[in-house]
């Protein structure tokens, strides 16, 4: 009886979808294109600040800090899903937050040509910030609203592979048209000229997905205000409950928080590093040539060290590859150590260095990925994984504030030492928080 309830159900949601897309667009026509518009604000944020803040000459300590306070809307993520749940339908939020998403970019587009030029790019990042982080609910939300399980299992591949492909445009493409238009025009110039055609790329998607996303849910939520604001207090203190009742919490919780703790740091200043000049320490590439070792190279590498991860867990266990995990994810950082004290100037030996710890990070990020999803199974696993996930960006936003100070204190080389020294705080928490036996 069961399964025939499930069967009419599916087939309701199917019906639901043909009938709203418009005579039964594919999901093809919108999960691929939703997951780039989901990557190319994250990566905005995360990536073509920090290289555009470097460009525009602030101190390591500087743009270290401005923009790791940037993670806080991830930090704090959790604490609103439960009202873009609640409040209108997840369709609206997606198409409202791409909007504020390409208003955000061309505020920044526009603010670099002003006087307060760092105040204002900064409050428009941090718009772009909290509208990427709710588009984050809305759209996973929506992709399992939209789909059947069937079809979700489909079209995951899609997913994963249009979010790496806005990966690779943010941070490989936008960063190498900026360092090609920094030959001719001055670097706000540049900049602005890039981030006003990023965001009148995601007005476009805003209007694609108008008139593709299906309409699948019904805008009337019911109930009294007050009811439905302490429905959603509720919840979330359930879920809180739920979270801190689990096996090994304190354990699990370290390890959130400090198993990426030298990454937040170099994660911060590898591409500063990159772009500093040979007396500042640096290795005094082009923006255009360090668009090309992360975006393309260095995500290639990512890209092939989660495969392989993915596959010999799947074959072996996540218990059995977790240490070997675990000093991937680690040993390579040592290849900064290398270019800062070497600083060669052959492209191929950069290159390779950035491929092989990209590669080793994909490997490694594997297991604490995993972690989160095992640690996440139970009762409300969806709420369960969003704190996980923000404990996540909290450990990347700490970390990531000081690091830009050390740099400058101690200089390049030996903030790398430093980094290194700090794996030993994942291995730590690693041995703290080992998997279960079942996984």
Not at 30 to 36: E, Q, S
Not at 314 to 334: E, T, Y
Not at 335 to 355: D, E, K, R
Not at 388 to 405: I, K, V
Request: one cysteine or more.
């Amino acid at each position: 009886m069961k399964k025939n309830s499930d069967q009419t159900s599916g087939d309701a949601r199917t019906t639901s979808f043909e009938n709203a897309a418009g005579g039964g667009l594919s999901p093809v026509t919108w999960v691929p294109t939703l997951y780039f518009a989901e990557a190319l604000p994250y990566m905005a944020v995360m990536t073509l600040s920090t290289v555009m803040y470097t460009n525009m000459d602030l101190t390591n300590t500087e743009l270290a800090l401005y923009t790791s306070w940037l993670y806080l809307p991830w930090v704090i993520k959790p604490l609103w899903s439960p009202i873009v749940d609640s409040l209108r339908t997840k369709r609206w939020w997606i198409l409202a937050m791409q909007i504020l998403v390409g208003a955000s970019l061309a505020g920044v587009a526009l603010s670099l040509q002003t006087d307060m030029w760092l105040r204002m790019t900064l409050a428009f990042f941090w718009l772009m910030a909290f509208s990427s982080s709710t588009h984050d609910i809305a759209a996973d939300g929506f992709y399992i609203l939209g789909l059947t399980e069937k079809e979700q299992a489909l079209y995951v591949g899609w997913r994963s592979t249009f979010y790496r492909i806005g990966t690779i445009f943010s941070q490989g493409g936008l960063v190498f048209m900026a360092g090609i238009l920094q030959r001719h025009y001055a670097t706000t110039v540049s900049w602005s000229i890039v981030l006003a055609l990023a965001a009148v790329l995601m007005m476009a998607l805003a209007a694609w997905h108008n008139t593709t996303l299906p309409k699948i849910e019904n805008k009337n939520h019911g109930g009294k205000k007050d009811e439905k604001n302490e429905g959603i207090i509720d919840s979330f203190a359930h879920t809180l409950r739920i979270f801190f009742s689990k096996k090994g919490i304190w354990g699990a919780v370290l390890f959130m928080l400090l198993f990426r703790f030298p990454e937040a740091q170099l994660a911060k200043m590898a591409q500063p590093f990159m772009l500093r000049g040979i007396a500042e320490g640096g290795l005094a590439l082009t923006t255009e040539t360090v668009g090309v070792a992360y975006g393309t190279i260095g995500v290639a590498g990512l890209l092939a060290g989660g495969i392989v991860g993915g596959w010999l867990v799947s074959r072996h266990g996540l218990k059995r590859w977790w240490w070997p995990m675990i000093m991937a994810i680690s040993l390579p950082d040592a290849v900064y150590i290398y270019m800062a004290m070497a600083q060669p100037s052959s492209l191929w030996q950069i290159n390779g260095c950035v491929a092989l710890e990209q590669l080793g990070y994909g490997f490694g990020f594997t297991a604490y990925m995993l972690f989160l999803v095992y640690f996440s199974r139970g009762e409300r696993s969806t709420s369960v994984f969003s704190i996980c996930t923000a404990l996540q960006a909290l450990g990347m936003m700490l970390p990531g504030m000081l690091a830009g100070y050390l740099a400058d204190s101690w200089g390049f080389a030996t903030f790398f030492w430093w980094v290194m020294l700090c794996c030993m705080v994942t291995v730590a928490v690693s041995a703290v928080a080992k998997p279960d036996s079942k996984t």
